[in-house]
């Protein structure tokens, strides 16, 4: 099948296939003597697999390490527990910090009545202040580096200066 058959059959972008491809998660597809990508039975399945991880918020490093570890079905699964182990230690903490957000969203919520002038809205004020606090505390090393982007955790049997993220697609 052409690239546009395997992601109407996957659901999927064609550039989400060839960033996959591109990635190393995908392996290259054959081409016909005009250039056309084919697919086949393979690539459906290993695409299901890279997007069914992806739903779950994995990286496309801890993708690409099980990937690998499901090219050598004959090794240790012991890392790939431990991979889990981390990710669903990581998807506790981002179910801490969004239950947190919530709190501090509904308080910040309460600061204000409905009909007011913009002028006099509480939530304003509120997320001003807040802004001005979060901008004071931060260190000049903070201050010069981007915010933490979730999804960014350390990965298990990941090579050196392999990649850690990537689009979600």
């Given at each position: 099948m052409k690239i546009g058959e395997l992601a109407k059959?996957?659901?999927t972008q064609t550039e989400t296939i060839r960033y996959y491809e591109r990635e190393g998660l995908l392996p290259e597809a054959a081409r016909t003597g005009s250039?056309?990508?084919i697919y086949d039975e393979s690539h459906v399945q290993r695409l299901a697999f890279i997007r069914h991880c992806r739903s779950l918020d994995m990286t496309l490093a801890e993708i690409r390490t099980l990937l690998n570890f499901k090219d050598?079905?004959?090794?240790?699964?012991?890392?790939?527990?431990?991979l889990l182990d981390?990710?669903?230690h990581h998807v506790a903490t981002r179910i801490r910090e969004l239950k947190a957000l919530e709190k501090d969203l509904k308080l910040l919520r309460e600061q204000c009545a409905s009909g007011q002038a913009a002028g006099d809205c509480g939530i304003l004020s509120g997320l001003e202040k807040a802004a001005?606090?979060?901008s004071r505390n931060r260190t000049p090393a903070e201050r010069g580096h981007a915010a933490h982007i979730h999804g960014a955790h350390p990965q298990v049997g990941a090579p050196a200066g392999g990649k850690a993220g990537g689009p979600h697609k």
């Open positions: 059959t996957a659901q250039n056309y990508r050598a079905p004959a090794g240790s699964c012991t890392d790939v527990n431990t981390e990710h669903i001005l606090q979060q």
